[in-house]
């Protein structure tokens, strides 16, 4: 069964510090998809990228990066020079192509709550 | 625009009132979910709609009961709930259900339980 991991509870940084963000999954499948998604305090989930299983290429959005490494089952993110809107807690989730009911079941990390102080 | 709706924002029931969530998106999608967020912890998927018929439920207590009346309303109707079940109820939609799809989240609706 698929299984997502976020380590981190909670971080704290100072704002202009870089974070990252760990993720770490597990799945049977070949075929499978990532995603990162940001939820600020007024609860809405934001989605921040997707990442299909046969595409290991790293991905760069302004502040946000993100390394992919299948070798260790691991879809890490980073926010460089991070600022206090960035504060919000973060999920990693995954999603196998499996059996035709699976697909859309999304498997959510726990999430890491992220603190940008000014 | 990848714009889905909620409403109420917040509500608050006794144990034995009868309510409606209502969510509402224009992005054409086929697939609708509803999910269900305690505090600190992750969504947890309820339903699923595809091209208006339920295709999944995780087993969801029968004092919830969706309906989704065209592809573009999904709606949570709510009736003699516990107050555990007071949380965030978050829809989502997708272009189809599929899982390579990104399912888009709205607001959601917070609900306290009395």
């Known amino acids: 069964a698929q299984k997502v991991t976020q380590a981190q509870t909670e971080i704290s940084v100072v704002e202009k510090e870089d974070v990252t963000l760990d993720c770490v999954y597990e799945?049977?499948?070949?075929?499978?998809?990532l995603f990162w998604y940001k939820q600020p305090p007024s609860g809405e989930l934001v989605f921040l990228i997707r990442?299909?299983?046969?595409?290991?290429q790293n991905e760069i959005s302004g502040r946000y990066s993100w390394n992919f490494q299948k070798s260790t089952s691991s879809f890490n993110f980073t926010i460089t020079a991070s600022q206090v809107v960035d504060s919000a807690v973060y999920f990693c989730?995954?999603?196998?192509?499996?059996?035709?009911?699976?697909?859309?079941?999304?498997?959510f990390g726990e999430g890491t709550q992220l603190t940008v102080n000014p | 625009d990848t714009e889905v709706t909620q409403t109420p924002k917040h509500l608050v029931m006794g144990m034995t009132n009868k309510k409606s969530l209502k969510c509402e998106q224009h992005?054409?999608?086929?697939?609708m979910y509803w999910y269900k967020q305690k505090a600190k912890k992750p969504p947890e998927l309820m339903f699923v709609?595809?091209?208006?018929?339920?295709?999944i439920n995780e087993s969801v207590p029968s004092r919830f009961s969706p309906e989704c009346p065209n592809s573009s309303l999904l709606n949570l109707h709510l009736h003699a709930l516990q107050p555990e079940d007071s949380a965030l109820y978050l829809c989502?939609?997708?272009?189809?259900?599929?899982?390579?799809?990104?399912?888009?989240f709205g607001p959601g609706t917070r609900l306290l339980v009395l």
């Open positions: 989502a939609s997708s272009q189809e259900s599929r899982p390579q799809e990104t399912q888009y």
């Open positions: 799945t049977r499948d070949t075929t499978y998809y």
């Open positions: 990442r299909n299983s046969f595409d290991e």
């Open positions: 989730a995954l999603s196998e192509a499996g059996g035709e009911t699976s697909g859309s079941r999304l498997t």
């Open positions: 992005m054409g999608h086929r697939a």
């Open positions: 709609y595809s091209y208006e018929k339920l295709s």
